[in-house]
């Protein structure tokens, strides 16, 4: 398991979301796996980067809707998941 598949997984177990029962979050793993591999091709993991910030945009804004609100001390951002420490990352290499 690579490092993006594995900031796929705890992306979604954040978020509460099974593999099992939502087929984005199924998906995703796939796509983070595609990018994983170091046989894909760079057009080929552009693509997949993107569909996964997409499907995760989704799975972000469902679950912001099905969550219940928040009280008092506790905040409503999420934490920052680890796909956007390794996006950070890979920007930071890149120089961007």
Do not use: H, N
Not at 8 to 13: F, K, V
Not at 28 to 50: E, Q
Not at 69 to 78: K, P, V, Y
Request: aromatic share 2%; net charge positive; glycine share 8%.
């Amino acid at each position: 398991m690579g490092p993006v598949e594995k900031a796929t997984w705890a992306d979604l177990r954040q978020r509460g979301v099974s593999v099992q029962q939502s087929g984005l979050a199924a998906a995703a793993v796939r796509l983070a796996k595609a990018l994983d591999d170091p046989a894909t091709s760079a057009t080929g993991a552009a693509t997949a980067a993107r569909e996964l910030r997409a499907i995760l945009g989704e799975l972000a804004s469902l679950s912001a809707r099905t969550r219940p609100l928040t009280s008092g001390a506790e905040t409503e951002q999420s934490p920052p998941s680890d796909l956007d420490r390794i996006r950070r990352e890979r920007e930071k290499r890149r120089g961007t």
